[in-house]
């Protein structure tokens, strides 16, 4: 209860000019005033008006301020409602109450602020019925609300008013911010009526409280309601006096911590707002919705209980509030439902990627399976393959075709363990680590979850993340993940992990061996230009605002720019290139110049400056020079082996920035040369008279690998004995001392390599026939293949008897 100085001063001092009604005839003959059916209407945002009480308002608004005046030059007699919402600073009548007081103006000051001061003083209560005016204030038609009364004679309701004049003599006795004045006035009041609505009014509720209070028409009912408000009122009192007469007694630090804590709930609870008890409630009620294990419910439980004895101004009560509710956030069982239809899956892999036969039908094997066994451990793919074949946004596809959450993680540059298992929560500032992180975030524990690149992740002095993975993606052992942070396992085992990497070699080998490892090949440029066409156009055009009239490109002036423009086995430089087209366009269409919509290769030219030549097959008119195919990381690409001799010692050299496999190779053609100089009609003599030198041109790119071994054997031996290559011819494959030619890897990027630069015939180990099988027979139409198994079937196919026009005579 707060009772305010200048309705305490009314009541006790005679001498003061207002005067409230103290008796019930004085009362009456108040009310008996005539009051206008219509009535300006004030709003007040803090404060709730009784009929008969007192109280001074402060006006600052230019509309209240406005109706003060007019009303007080007039009958004085103003309606006064509260605000539903306190913040609203210019309310509609939808934001007032509907039921008021109206009230007198008993005295009006200017204050030096600018604001204006008034004393009201409550006559009776009203409803309005009809807003007549909202500017420059609300003006409404009203109808009186008469207070029932029950009899004096009524021994339960003047035993009601009793209890209430007691309840508030008691709450003034022990309440040490009200004055001693204030037992005076409450005794002084005669009218039981108009000590209910003293009580009402000054007690520490809401507005919306004491709304409720004024809107209960019968005196009984509202001094009982009244009642309960100052018993609560009185219980807290009694308990804060209760508490401060503890901690006076040797008050060590503990105690006074205690003390400001249990103050300090008091004040949050005035100002509405939440206390730990009421926190730690909370998270309890949640908690039982949660589906967890009855271990991971002992231990929140358990947690839950240290946080109920940790000071709130503690730093360790912040740490554990945080761990509570980043437990109870985490999708414990909560897992979204799979959609089995594996023809719309199919659909939707269709219309997202162009090719890639072989990750759709893995993806709808897995589909099928799951569908049939209803239930089962969740395989971790890794897709591995060049920059730009939709490695990535594949895992989008698979997420909406499954139904599940989709979740991205960058492993690019990660170096520290515990971005991955989270700190241990003793630390400030720990937090979990990201997979948790992403599991909470996605709000279901079985997401389709994308590791990109993990062939990326480094070691610092902080950990290997690398090793952290390991219990990641083992469905052996994921079922019971453990973060640092949570500090207990966690299922992973529904969740369907994709991991992207680049360089399989990149990987270490425990985390490749727990993966199903499925190569992304490059696109064909048939590929190219259907992605092109059908995905990469139409995105970019809606990306610059323009229509698809705006723009034609035909397919094969895409297959122009393929070739010309772009060197990759993705179709990410290829989508820049396409934009720049677009952007040029865009520009000239605002600055409303005119311009050609059917694009030309001259055209594109124009836009795009001069392109790359093509790979093509140069001559074989020169001995010692072979077409070999290498495997980059952008995709297949031809290279050409040369050696020459020249007078010497017979010293070999090797140029072309290789490394240590590739020149390996080198040593080993010459060598199994000299081993049989006689089968290949070689003299003796040369090899101690003439210097080798081998080269490999384009010196600034880096190349390795022993898939040139058989190339660098054909030319050499065409050096050595000036004969001609075989024309429009290309190999690729790994040699050993023995002569036997050993398979390589990527044969589809080389293959593709060969028919780009117009290659004819290509020499392959007999293992990489099963290769060529999995190749569509269009993308290898017009090739012709040669299978050998040793070196000198290479020879008898590669070189012609036919020697180079000028030959040298060894």
């Not at 007192?54 to 009958?75: F, H, M």
């Not at 509030?321 to 985490?330: A, G, I, P, Q």
């Not at 060529?772 to 027979?777: F, G, L, M, Q, S």
Request: proline fraction near 4%; glycine fraction near 6%.
């Amino acid at each position: 209860m707060k009772i305010d100085n200048l309705s305490l001063d009314h009541i006790i001092n005679e001498d003061v000019e207002l005067i409230p009604l103290m008796s019930e005839e004085e009362e009456k003959k108040y009310k008996k005033q005539p009051i206008p059916e219509v009535l300006p209407i004030l709003s007040l945002k803090n404060t709730v008006l009784f009929p008969g009480v007192v109280v001074p308002i402060t006006a600052g608004r230019n509309q209240s301020i406005k109706l003060l005046e007019d009303a007080y030059k007039a009958d004085k007699i103003i309606g006064v409602v509260s605000q539903k919402n306190t913040k609203l600073d210019v309310p509609l009548p939808t934001d007032i109450y509907e039921i008021g007081t109206v009230a007198r103006i008993l005295k009006m000051l200017k204050m030096p602020d600018g604001n204006t001061t008034v004393i009201l003083q409550g006559i009776k209560r009203f409803e309005w019925i009809e807003m007549l005016q909202t500017e420059p204030y609300f003006k409404a038609t009203i109808k009186v609300i008469e207070d029932k009364k029950p009899s004096n004679k009524n021994k339960e309701y003047q035993a009601v008013i009793d209890s209430v004049k007691d309840m508030a003599l008691r709450i003034v006795d022990i309440n040490p911010a009200l004055p001693s004045e204030a037992s005076m006035a409450i005794n002084s009041i005669e009218s039981p009526s108009f000590l209910v609505n003293f009580v009402s009014s000054n007690l520490n509720l809401t507005i919306s409280e004491k709304q409720s209070l004024l809107e209960i028409t019968n005196l009984k009912d509202r001094a009982t309601a009244a009642m309960k408000f100052m018993g609560l009122e009185l219980q807290k009192l009694e308990l804060k006096n209760d508490i401060q007469s503890k901690v006076r007694v040797d008050m060590d630090q503990q105690q006074r911590e205690y003390f400001l804590h249990q103050q300090m709930k008091t004040i949050q609870e005035e100002l509405g707002g939440v206390s730990s008890e009421a926190e730690i409630e909370s998270m309890r009620e949640r908690a039982k919705t949660k589906a967890w294990s009855e271990e991971t419910k002992i231990q929140f439980e358990k947690e839950l209980n240290r946080m109920l004895r940790l000071n709130p101004q503690m730093p360790e009560h912040s740490i554990q509030r945080n761990y509570l509710e980043f437990m109870l956030d985490l999708p414990w069982n909560e897992v979204t439902k799979d959609d089995f239809d594996l023809k719309k899956a199919q659909k939707i892999l269709d219309r997202d990627h162009f090719g890639l036969e072989d990750i759709k039908e893995r993806i709808i094997e897995y589909l099928a399976v799951l569908k049939l066994k209803g239930d089962m451990k969740s395989p971790i793919i890794c897709l591995y393959g060049p920059p730009g074949v939709g490695k990535t946004s594949l895992g989008k596809s698979v997420a909406e075709s499954l139904g599940r959450k989709y979740i991205r993680m960058s492993l690019g540059g990660l170096h520290d363990e515990s971005e991955v298992r989270g700190h241990r929560k003793t630390y400030i500032g720990a937090m979990p680590g990201r997979i948790l992180q992403s599991i909470k975030k996605a709000g279901s524990s079985n997401p389709v979850f994308i590791l990109d690149e993990i062939d990326k992740m480094g070691s610092s002095a902080h950990g290997d993340p690398s090793s952290a993975m390991l219990e990641v993606l083992d469905p052996e052992q994921n079922n019971s993940f453990y973060d640092n942070y949570l500090e207990q396992g966690y299922d992973l085992s529904k969740v369907f992990f994709i991991a992207t990497a680049n360089n399989v070699a990149d990987i270490p080998m425990p985390l490749r061996d727990r993966m199903e490892m499925v190569n992304i090949a490059g696109y064909t440029i048939e590929e190219k230009v259907e992605i092109a066409f059908k995905y990469l156009l139409p995105k970019q055009l809606k990306e610059h605002g323009l229509k698809k009239d705006d723009i034609s490109i035909s397919k094969k002036d895409l297959e122009f720019l393929v070739e010309t423009y772009t060197r990759e086995s993705g179709v990410r430089n290829l989508e820049q290139q396409i934009a720049k087209v677009v952007r040029n366009t865009a520009k000239k269409i605002a600055m409303e110049e005119t311009y050609e919509k059917k694009f030309t290769p001259e055209m594109i030219r124009e836009i795009l400056g001069p392109g790359r030549n093509k790979d093509k097959y140069e001559t074989n008119e020169v001995p010692g020079v072979v077409t070999g195919l290498a495997w980059t990381r952008v995709g297949g690409d031809i290279l050409f082996i040369e050696s020459i001799l020249s007078k010497g010692k017979g010293n070999l050299t090797i140029t072309g920035n290789l490394g240590n496999v590739m020149k390996e190779s080198a040593r080993i053609a010459l060598e199994y040369i000299k081993a049989h100089a006689d089968e290949l009609q070689i003299k003796y003599e040369v090899f101690d008279n003439y210097n080798l030198h081998i080269h490999v041109p384009e010196g600034a790119t880096p190349k390795d690998g022993p898939s040139a071994g058989i190339t660098m054997l054909t030319s050499l031996v065409s050096s050595f004995t000036q004969r001609k290559v075989k024309a429009n011819l290309a190999m690729t494959g790994e040699i050993t001392l023995r002569g036997k030619v050993l398979a390589v890897g990527g044969i589809k990027e080389k293959i593709l390599a060969a028919k780009r630069a117009g290659i004819k015939e290509i020499i392959l180990s007999e293992e990489n026939r099963k290769d060529i099988e999995e190749i569509k027979a269009e993308y290898i139409k017009g090739l012709k293949f040669h299978y050998v198994t040793e070196m000198m079937d290479v020879l008898k196919i590669a070189l012609l008897k036919q020697k180079v026009k000028g030959a040298r005579v060894l």
